[in-house]
Structure formats: structure tokens, C-alpha cells
């Protein structure tokens, strides 16, 4: 695995990042989370000197990450792919089992509302059972939801940090950067993109396959090609991109 390289043409590369425990520090709940404003600026200046080719691939709602990096807009895909947004502003969904997810929802609610520190979060496209606060009840939550989807062809399950998130579509993160790559600004770029969970595995393929870069950020195994240890490590490296974008971009 190599280290984290300077990229000094940022009119090369097209940058794909995850959200949670990537740009921002995994918090006990989502909505607990800070965007650093030197992290919105850094994706501001990679965004201006990259002509745009900057996207975020994250499992949470795009409304929700507009919040988070307002006034900055990006293009975005959420939930892992079920919705994106491309560069011409248009949104796109994938199709979804909805009665799937309602039925799972009335299943896992009561489990939930009786073991306090539990979240069942809603999505579009699907279902998150957070237990970072009773990380004690982690098989307990394993078995109920594998008991539940059983009953359920078109349910796809992923462990994450401390969530199981259940989603009722075919989309990944990789498919997203597929599609992204296909289109402009990002069609003929080097692919960049970094993640830290399981969920961005599918990522960090495609663009292995596509000759880019993948960054996993933190510990475990991984297909990526390089790694960060830390946010902290590749919020740095990610400053250090965008300065060096931007003075390229004012010599060139």
C-alpha cells in the first residue's frame, strides 16, 4: 500500500469522497458530526481548479449533505447510490422496494423503542440500525435484522462502524462513480476517491480498475491502494491538494 501523493494537476483527476469518517470525524449519532470550514474550503478550491469534477458518495440523504456543506453544492450521491445528483444540478433514483422497507421498519421499531440509545434512521431506499451507544447489544442487533430480512428477496444487508444498514436497491457506491465517470466534468479523469468503511469497497474497485487512486482512511483491510491512518492525516493531505491546486491553477 503506498503512501498519500501530491496531486499537483487537479485538471487531471476527478475526486470522489465519502462524508462520515472522512471529511468529518464519525460522531455517536449522525447528527452529531462538524464539517471543519477549512474542510469546506479545501472542497471549494479542489471544485474551482478541477472545473467542477468533485462529487461526494456517501450513504446519507443529499439534502442532507447540502446542509452540511452549504453554501458549497456539489454533485452528490446518497444512500449509497439509490439517489444522485449529477453536475447539471438534475436527480436521478434508483427503483426501491418500498413496502420491503416499511415492513422492516414495523419489524425492527419495537426492538428499538425497548432498548434506550438505539436509532432506526429512515432513508430513501433504505433502513440504518445505529448502535454506537449500546455497542453491547451488537449480536443483538446482527440476529434480529438477519432474522428479519430472511423474509425479504430484495433486501441487501452491510455492517458498517457501529450500523447495520439494510437498502432495497441494486446501487452501490461503485455504481455511482460508474455513472459519474460517464458523464462531464468527471469523463476522462483520473478517478480519485476515498472512503473508510465497508460500504466503500465497491468504490475503491472501480477505480482501481479504472487506473485511479483509492484511499481507505483508517485501520482494516481494504482493496484501496493507499491508506491514511487517520481523518486527521487525510484532511491534511486534502488541504495540501487543494493549495497545490490552486497555485497551479494561478501559474497556469
Known sequence: MTSLPILRDAHAYCFFFDFDGTLTEI???PGGV???????????ALHDAASGAVAIVTGREIEIIDRYLAPLKLPTAG???FER??????TLESQANGRSAALLFDALNPFVERNSGLLLEKKRGALALHY???EELEQDCISIVEAEIARLDDAVLTRGKMVIEVRFHRATKGTAIGDFLAETPFKGRVPVFAGDDVTDEDGFEVVNRCGGLSIKVGPGKTAALARAGTVGEFLAWLTE???AAKRAQKNG
Do not use: F, P, Y
Open 27 to 29: 460522531a455517536e449519532t
Open 79 to 81: 444512500v449509497h447510490g
Open 85 to 90: 445528483r449529477d453536475a447539471s444540478g438534475a
Open 132 to 134: 454506537r451507544k449500546r
Open 34 to 44: 462538524h464539517l471543519a470550514n477549512e474542510t469546506r474550503a479545501a472542497l471549494q
Open 241 to 243: 491538494a487543494a493549495e
